[in-house]
């Protein structure tokens, strides 16, 4: 898995801006009651007096006069009335907004909740969508609002703040606009009522308005001031080359897990990663021996790394056999400069049995600077990072979690088994006894766990002390020795208990990796071999929906740009109205929303973007069978890997569409420059000849032409129509063989009679080559359509005739080889390179010849389309007398050589 890489926050702010964002400022205080709303509403006015569009989307006055008298005279937009649980809420009007667009609108409160069934879950998200339409937004915050801060904050006001911002939106911010006022001020204001009423002023001021809070969330807003600008210095003078000794690039990795501890690792991270302007990188390592233990755990990661990726983390996922060996192979690999790990306290036995990984990074790390957290043996505040997808926080496993099923069984299996073995007491012994007593101790391990075997070798410590060592019948152990077979049997249960457990646990993960990675690789192969947009959407859907349990939609862009549905996997899809405005949403804004997100999360069903580097190519909706669960963890990850094969697929087809139409385009280029060029001699050749000979006839009033002149001129018209014939009927026949629509017109024919008609249409233009064919006698017929073999030994000869010098010899030659009449036309004249035989049947190739040889280069193109229609084969080769022979075939069946035996057949003679 992998996150959104940390990028230079003006580098950012510049692409914002070059693709159309508008600007945001912040007004930024340490707490509430310094003056933000105050100063934004001041500067507003100004921006109104300079002739802006400036408008107020929403500010919150919290009835204080001054606030209230500021906002005189500045245009508002209406607020939208939103129910919730039966009451009503004022919550701004995004739509609305977006309708007027104004050039600035302020927007109070940046970290504020908005009421379920708004469009967004937090308002930052509605300020992003306000800055991707080019609207530039003023708003104000507390920096106990930052997400990174987060921890810092509860630790010095110890109270937990639960609305955060995430860093990437100051990050975007185009100016940060510090406001304060000294803390004496601050708490007279409060005692005033400026802040807060005189109930609520007084129960702040003894808890989280006290001095030592405000001067040290002061001191916090001061210097996350002061290192945004100390970012725009160092931005501004490398861009205006001025000379400074610059830092070198810094790397910070965060090793994290699936414990609430994790999330103070990684705000500590995102702090030096700032303060560093480094690349910040979070890193899980999965071993064998540490892998998650339930749905709980599975839940606490999913929601450490969702943390991480919203800090603007590089999110790794690494597997290995050690966790120390696997960070610091990462941390060489990506040239790590700082490491950040975590030390929860355990007790000395815990670190002598299983190691130290902090130890292990610091022992190996040379040259990697390693800092080291050290928690507390709940793991850190559950409160700040353990919160899960569903505000679920993590419960440990506890032996009240545990059916009494397994526990039942291993106490029945002990009861059993002593009653069967007591008849056979003395047969036994006491030691064959005791090793007997380990097979329920090792089935309990291999069946229920650890648990079940610790209980299961208790009681056979029990039962067979009572019932079988002396003395019998009594709890007293009269020799000490039977002490260590007790102990025997307590590790027994604990080391096989503890295996069975970490195997079943590896088991389980192992199946379910490789179901995902199955179902993956199944996907992956079943659209990488298809060529069809329809095919492709079925298996996505089909796939999607077997895998995830649900209904699945594809919903992709039509001719005008409005989003369709394509395909559902179920008759009875869940795309209403309002789902269809959802999907719609996420395709124009490039962004997963619905079920499960913070974005339109009211929605039935869940929908992802199919985007690549080319932009969004639709939307993938599913909606589970089971109403009340969201997708989330895992699920999120498998369904946006399966919307990334589905975008590459779909841009796959659609590249591979458009690269036909370029490819008919330019064969229709060639086409049509071809037909200039024949326009231009092979028909202008012929015309120019028949109208020449045609107007002296005319001309010849009074018979000054003798009789052999006249014919010669009329031989000439002649030649030139059929000159031009062919070549109209090779075009005719090329566009059939491109449109499908060439038809064969089968019939018996006699190869011999076929070639006999071939010679007599090309007459004279054979004169100047002598003839020689070569036909056996009793050749079988072939079932073939005759007019278009005709016209391919037409063009085959024709061809023959044009590459060769005047005066060679031309052979024509057929037999019978392998159950298919092979026919040949060979000429003497140069040969054709090896390296294009194989192109001489592309359509418009032509060689080139010191010949004139005029033509469009379709002739052995049309010959080969012919033929293969009839189901034979074509091809060139350079014969022994420095031509070329041409040679094509068609199948023979076996009634042809019935046919042709009661035939008598005369040879053709020149």
């Given at each position: 898995?992998?996150?959104?890489?940390?990028?230079?926050?003006?580098?950012?702010?510049?692409?914002?801006?070059?693709?159309?964002?508008?600007?945001?400022?912040?007004?930024?205080?340490?707490?509430?009651?310094?003056?933000?709303?105050?100063?934004?509403?001041?500067?507003?006015?100004?921006?109104?007096?300079?002739?802006?569009?400036?408008?107020?989307?929403?500010?919150?006055?919290?009835?204080?006069?001054?606030?209230?008298?500021?906002?005189?005279?500045?245009?508002?937009?209406?607020?939208?009335?939103?129910?919730?649980?039966?009451?009503?809420?004022?919550?701004?009007?995004?739509?609305?907004?977006?309708?007027?667009?104004?050039?600035?609108?302020?927007?109070?409160?940046?970290?504020?909740?908005?009421?379920?069934?708004?469009r967004h879950a937090k308002r930052y998200q509605d300020i992003e969508e306000l800055l991707a339409a080019g609207i530039n937004?003023?708003?104000?915050?507390?920096?106990?609002?930052?997400?990174?801060?987060?921890?810092?904050?509860?630790?010095?006001?110890?109270?937990?703040?639960?609305?955060?911002?995430?860093?990437?939106?100051?990050?975007?911010?185009?100016?940060?606009?510090?406001?304060?006022?000294?803390?004496?001020?601050?708490?007279?204001?409060?005692?005033?009522?400026?802040?807060?009423?005189?109930?609520?002023?007084?129960?702040?001021?003894?808890?989280?308005?006290?001095?030592?809070?405000?001067?040290?969330?002061?001191?916090?807003?001061?210097?996350?001031?002061?290192?945004?600008?100390?970012?725009?210095?160092?931005?501004?003078?490398?861009?205006?080359?001025?000379?400074?000794?610059?830092?070198?690039?810094?790397?910070?990795?965060?090793?994290?897990?699936?414990?609430?501890?994790?999330?103070?690792?990684?705000?500590?991270?995102?702090?030096?990663?700032?303060?560093?302007?480094?690349?910040?990188?979070?890193?899980?390592?999965?071993?064998?021996?540490?892998?998650?233990?339930?749905?709980?755990?599975?839940?606490?990661?999913?929601?450490?790394?969702?943390?991480?990726?919203?800090?603007?983390?590089?999110?790794?996922?690494?597997?290995?056999?050690?966790?120390?060996?696997?960070?610091?192979?990462?941390?060489?690999?990506?040239?790590?400069?700082?490491?950040?790990?975590?030390?929860?306290?355990?007790?000395?036995?815990?670190?002598?049995?299983?190691?130290?990984?902090?130890?292990?990074?610091?022992?190996?790390?040379?040259?990697?600077?390693?800092?080291?957290?050290?928690?507390?043996?709940?793991?850190?505040?559950?409160?700040?990072?353990?919160?899960?997808?569903?505000?679920?926080?993590?419960?440990?496993?506890?032996?009240?979690?545990?059916?009494?099923?397994?526990?039942?069984?291993?106490?029945?299996?002990?009861?059993?088994?002593?009653?069967?073995?007591?008849?056979?007491?003395?047969?036994?012994?006491?030691?064959?006894?005791?090793?007997?007593?380990?097979?329920?101790?090792?089935?309990?391990?291999?069946?229920?766990?650890?648990?079940?075997?610790?209980?299961?070798?208790?009681?056979?410590?029990?039962?067979?002390?009572?019932?079988?060592?002396?003395?019998?019948?009594?709890?007293?152990?009269?020799?000490?020795?039977?002490?260590?077979?007790?102990?025997?049997?307590?590790?027994?249960?604990?080391?096989?208990?503890?295996?069975?457990?970490?195997?079943?646990?590896?088991?389980?993960?192992?199946?379910?990796?490789?179901?995902?990675?199955?179902?993956?690789?199944?996907?992956?192969?079943?659209?990488?071999?298809?060529?069809?947009?329809?095919?492709?959407?079925?298996?996505?859907?089909?796939?999607?929906?077997?895998?995830?349990?649900?209904?699945?939609?594809?919903?992709?862009?039509?001719?005008?740009?409005?989003?369709?549905?394509?395909?559902?996997?179920?008759?009875?899809?869940?795309?209403?109205?309002?789902?269809?405005?959802?999907?719609?949403?996420?395709?124009?804004?490039?962004?997963?929303?619905?079920?499960?997100?913070?974005?339109?999360?009211?929605?039935?069903?869940?929908?992802?973007?199919?985007?690549?580097?080319?932009?969004?190519?639709?939307?993938?909706?599913?909606?589970?069978?089971?109403?009340?669960?969201?997708?989330?963890?895992?699920?999120?990850?498998?369904?946006?890997?399966?919307?990334?094969?589905?975008?590459m697929a779909i841009n796959r087809v659609k590249l591979a569409e458009e690269a036909r139409k370029s490819h008919a385009l330019?064969?229709?280029?060639?086409?049509?420059?071809?037909?200039?060029?024949?326009?231009?001699?092979?028909?202008?050749?012929?015309?120019?000849?028949?109208?020449?000979?045609?107007?002296?006839?005319?001309?010849?009033?009074?018979?000054?032409?003798?009789?052999?002149?006249?014919?010669?001129?009329?031989?000439?018209?002649?030649?030139?129509?059929?000159?031009?014939?062919?070549?109209?009927?090779?075009?005719?026949?090329?566009?059939?063989?491109?449109?499908?629509?060439?038809?064969?017109?089968?019939?018996?024919?006699?190869?011999?009679?076929?070639?006999?008609?071939?010679?007599?249409?090309?007459?004279?233009?054979?004169?100047?080559?002598?003839?020689?064919?070569?036909?056996?006698?009793?050749?079988?017929?072939?079932?073939?359509?005759?007019?278009?073999?005709?016209?391919?030994?037409?063009?085959?000869?024709?061809?023959?005739?044009?590459?060769?010098?005047?005066?060679?010899?031309?052979?024509?030659?057929?037999?019978?080889?392998?159950?298919?009449?092979?026919?040949?036309?060979?000429?003497?004249?140069?040969?054709?390179?090896?390296?294009?035989?194989?192109?001489?049947?592309?359509?418009?190739?032509?060689?080139?010849?010191?010949?004139?040889?005029?033509?469009?280069?379709?002739?052995?193109?049309?010959?080969?389309?012919?033929?293969?229609?009839?189901?034979?084969?074509?091809?060139?080769?350079?014969?022994?007398?420095?031509?070329?022979?041409?040679?094509?075939?068609?199948?023979?069946?076996?009634?042809?050589?019935?046919?042709?035996?009661?035939?008598?057949?005369?040879?053709?003679?020149?």
């Open positions: 898995m992998v996150g959104e890489k940390r990028v230079d926050p003006d580098e950012l702010l510049a692409s914002l801006q070059k693709e159309g964002y508008g600007k945001l400022t912040v007004f930024l205080g340490a707490m509430a009651g310094v003056g933000k709303t105050y100063a934004m509403l001041e500067t507003a006015k100004e921006r109104l007096a300079e002739g802006l569009d400036v408008v107020v989307g929403i500010v919150e006055t919290h009835k204080r006069k001054d606030t209230e008298a500021m906002l005189q005279g500045l245009p508002f937009v209406p607020m939208r009335i939103q129910e919730y649980r039966g009451k009503f809420f004022q919550e701004m009007d995004l739509d609305a907004i977006l309708t007027r667009n104004p050039q600035i609108v302020l927007v109070d409160e940046l970290a504020h909740t908005n009421i379920p069934g708004s937004v003023y708003t104000t915050l507390n920096i106990q609002h930052v997400e990174s801060y987060n921890d810092i904050v509860a630790q010095i006001t110890e109270i937990q703040v639960r609305e955060t911002v995430p860093d990437r939106i100051l990050e975007m911010a185009s100016q940060i606009q510090l406001v304060d006022i000294p803390p004496e001020e601050l708490i007279q204001r409060l005692k005033d009522g400026k802040v807060y009423v005189q109930g609520q002023a007084q129960e702040a001021l003894k808890k989280f308005f006290r001095p030592g809070n405000i001067n040290a969330l002061r001191e916090i807003s001061m210097r996350f001031a002061a290192q945004r600008v100390d970012q725009q210095l160092e931005s501004y003078m490398r861009v205006h080359g001025i000379i400074g000794p610059w830092p070198t690039g810094e790397k910070v990795l965060v090793c994290i897990g699936a414990s609430p501890f994790s999330a103070k690792l990684i705000r500590a991270a995102k702090r030096m990663a700032t303060r560093l302007n480094a690349e910040f990188i979070t890193a899980h390592v999965e071993t064998m021996s540490h892998l998650p233990k339930g749905e709980a755990e599975k839940e606490a990661m999913a929601g450490n790394l969702q943390l991480a990726e919203k800090l603007g983390a590089e999110i790794i996922s690494l597997y290995g056999k050690d966790v120390a060996e696997e960070i610091l192979k990462l941390a060489r690999k990506r040239n790590i400069s700082q490491i950040i790990i975590g030390k929860p306290e355990r007790n000395p036995l815990h670190e002598w049995l299983h190691g130290s990984i902090v130890d292990k990074v610091i022992r190996n790390s040379h040259g990697i600077s390693v800092h080291v957290i050290s928690g507390n043996k709940e793991g850190g505040n559950s409160e700040a990072g353990g919160k899960l997808i569903k505000d679920r926080p993590v419960k440990p496993s506890s032996w009240g979690d545990i059916s009494l099923k397994p526990y039942l069984w291993s106490i029945f299996m002990m009861v059993v088994l002593t009653l069967l073995i007591m008849p056979f007491t003395y047969f036994l012994g006491t030691i064959n006894i005791s090793m007997l007593y380990l097979l329920p101790v090792l089935v309990s391990a291999a069946r229920w766990g650890r648990k079940p075997a610790i209980i299961s070798a208790v009681m056979g410590i029990i039962t067979f002390d009572y019932f079988f060592v002396p003395p019998i019948f009594s709890f007293t152990v009269g020799d000490i020795h039977y002490g260590i077979s007790f102990v025997i049997f307590i590790l027994t249960g604990i080391v096989t208990g503890t295996l069975s457990a970490r195997l079943k646990n590896q088991v389980s993960y192992s199946r379910q990796r490789e179901i995902r990675v199955a179902t993956l690789y199944s996907l992956s192969k079943d659209i990488a071999a298809v060529d069809k947009l329809e095919n492709v959407l079925e298996s996505i859907t089909r796939k999607v929906a077997d895998t995830l349990e649900g209904q699945v939609v594809m919903l992709l862009p039509d001719n005008g740009g409005k989003l369709i549905l394509m395909k559902s996997s179920s008759p009875d899809y869940f795309l209403t109205d309002s789902e269809q405005a959802v999907a719609t949403w996420v395709f124009e804004h490039g962004k997963k929303a619905g079920r499960g997100t913070e974005t339109l999360g009211a929605a039935a069903g869940l929908y992802l973007p199919l985007s690549i580097e080319q932009g969004t190519q639709g939307v993938l909706g599913i909606r589970l069978h089971k109403n009340d669960e969201d997708i989330k963890g895992e699920g999120i990850w498998l369904l946006e890997a399966y919307a990334g094969l589905a975008a330019a064969e229709s280029e060639r086409l049509r420059t071809a037909l200039f060029n024949s326009l231009s001699h092979d028909l202008r050749t012929p015309l120019a000849s028949i109208i020449g000979a045609a107007t002296g006839l005319l001309e010849d009033q009074n018979s000054v032409y003798t009789p052999e002149t006249r014919k010669d001129l009329l031989q000439t018209i002649l030649q030139g129509a059929e000159r031009m014939n062919r070549f109209v009927n090779n075009l005719l026949d090329m566009a059939r063989l491109e449109s499908g629509m060439l038809k064969l017109n089968e019939d018996w024919c006699d190869i011999q009679d076929v070639i006999g008609v071939a010679v007599s249409r090309l007459g004279a233009f054979l004169a100047d080559h002598p003839l020689e064919i070569k036909i056996p006698e009793n050749l079988p017929l072939v079932q073939a359509d005759y007019i278009l073999i005709e016209q391919v030994l037409i063009n085959l000869l024709d061809n023959a005739q044009k590459y060769s010098e005047p005066g060679s010899q031309i052979t024509v030659w057929a037999q019978e080889k392998d159950h298919r009449l092979e026919i040949s036309v060979a000429n003497r004249g140069a040969g054709i390179p090896e390296a294009d035989l194989s192109k001489v049947f592309d359509k418009f190739y032509r060689l080139s010849s010191p010949l004139q040889v005029s033509g469009t280069g379709l002739g052995l193109a049309i010959c080969k389309g012919i033929i293969e229609v009839h189901g034979g084969r074509i091809w060139a080769e350079n014969n022994n007398l420095e031509g070329v022979t041409i040679t094509f075939t068609l199948p023979l069946k076996n009634k042809g050589a019935e046919i042709a035996s009661t035939l008598e057949v005369q040879p053709f003679k020149m």
